[in-house]
């Protein structure tokens, strides 16, 4: 069997109809459906790539030593993680890219098992089938997966879609189960600076989740949302340095690398927290509008204390919410993209433009 054959349709594809349904709209659609960065690439980000530019050479895997430092200097100073150490960091195509081949690079195949949460970023259940190893789904993996069949446990907070934040003491009994069993735990972080409510996001590799130890553990963190990076797909990941080192080999053999401008341009935006804030301040306006519209409009929210989405249900099929709000000319994601515990939930996302995310609020109101 083909590796096509073996996955699901394209999630996106199936709401084709609802977004051109949306687009008639007499005041163009509003696209609330998928969280792309609309807002301009920052200066010190735009300027940093292009002055590395001229880049006739190869670049290297491992990242140049500046980048590592700068992602390592990063994750101590903003997330308290004491032990990040520039060797034990890997720069990344996007965290996609990542999360859809892990499994292969690591080996995994037929009879392993990979766990990621009931409701989730499709992705990971992708890159199990890519690598023929079984994807599980749990609510609580202490208690729900197989420890003797599990080879890697994905985690994700700030969840895609529901924006649940697990505190501290919960990563902290996930992770001494995981160890005690021989399981990798892998953290999508993706999301950890943008919290808004509620108990901050804390990373793996904190030490009030993991001692002074980051075996069995890796990271994975992106720049396309704190720093609108998603086109020049640039992201890192940080951890165990057996599991790097594995990571690090395997790609070098099949060309995965960073491009050199990208990786400057990289260095520039982790190294700069102004853009950062400045960005994160658009969000936080767009999100307020948003979530007062909705809820006006009869909207229940859920968790969405973090990340780009508000998890949002009328309690009906998320079709059937999907195509009503197509008909006001607004776009979001069914729940059900995300497993079938989303089926009565939609994903808004916040990314729009302020002047979109108004005709939003206009519309909600009419």
Not at 15 to 34: F, N
Not at 80 to 103: C, N, T
Not at 238 to 246: H, L, N
Not at 266 to 293: N, S
Request: charged letters at 25%; proline letters at 7%.
């Amino acid at each position: 069997m083909s590796i096509s054959a073996r996955l699901p349709v394209f999630p996106w594809d199936r709401l084709e109809p609802y977004k051109a349904a949306a687009t008639a709209h007499a005041d163009g659609v509003v696209d609330l459906s998928v969280g792309t960065p609309v807002d301009p690439v920052p200066d010190v980000v735009r300027q940093a790539l292009a002055a590395a530019s001229d880049s006739p050479g190869y670049p290297l895997t491992y990242g140049t030593p500046e980048l590592r430092e700068a992602i390592a200097a990063y994750l101590r100073d903003r997330h308290g993680v004491s032990g990040a150490d520039p060797r034990h960091v890997l720069p990344l195509i996007g965290s996609k890219e990542l999360v859809a081949w892990l499994p292969t690079l690591l080996d995994l195949g037929e009879g392993d098992r990979l766990g990621y949460p009931q409701l989730a970023y499709p992705t990971y259940e992708i890159g199990a089938l890519i690598a023929r190893a079984e994807p599980v789904t749990y609510d609580d993996p202490v208690a729900d997966l197989d420890p003797e069949r599990t080879r890697v446990l994905w985690l994700n907070s700030p969840s895609n879609p529901t924006g649940r934040v697990l505190p501290a003491a919960e990563l902290r009994r996930i992770v001494a189960w995981a160890r005690e069993h021989g399981i990798l735990v892998v953290s999508d972080e993706c999301y950890i600076e943008l919290s808004w409510e509620g108990a901050q996001p804390v990373s793996v590799l904190h030490p009030d989740v993991c001692g002074d130890s980051h075996d069995g553990l890796i990271a994975v963190h992106s720049l396309s949302k704190r720093s609108n990076f998603a086109g020049y797909r640039g992201a890192f990941l940080a951890g165990d340095p057996a599991v790097v080192a594995e990571l690090l080999g395997v790609r070098k053999h099949a060309g995965m690398i960073v491009p050199q401008p990208v990786q400057a341009a990289m260095i520039a935006a982790l190294g700069d927290r102004a853009h950062a804030v400045e960005q994160k301040d658009r969000y936080a306006r767009r999100r307020g509008a948003l979530r007062t519209a909705f809820e006006a409009a009869g909207f229940r929210i859920e968790h969405s204390e973090a990340s780009l989405y508000l998890w949002a249900t009328r309690d009906e099929d998320c079709w059937e919410t999907v195509g009503d709000l197509s008909k006001q000319g607004i776009l979001v994601a069914p729940g059900e993209f995300y497993g079938p515990a989303g089926s009565r939930f939609v994903r808004i996302a916040f990314t729009a433009t302020d002047e979109r995310v108004a005709a939003a609020v206009r519309r909600l109101g009419a």
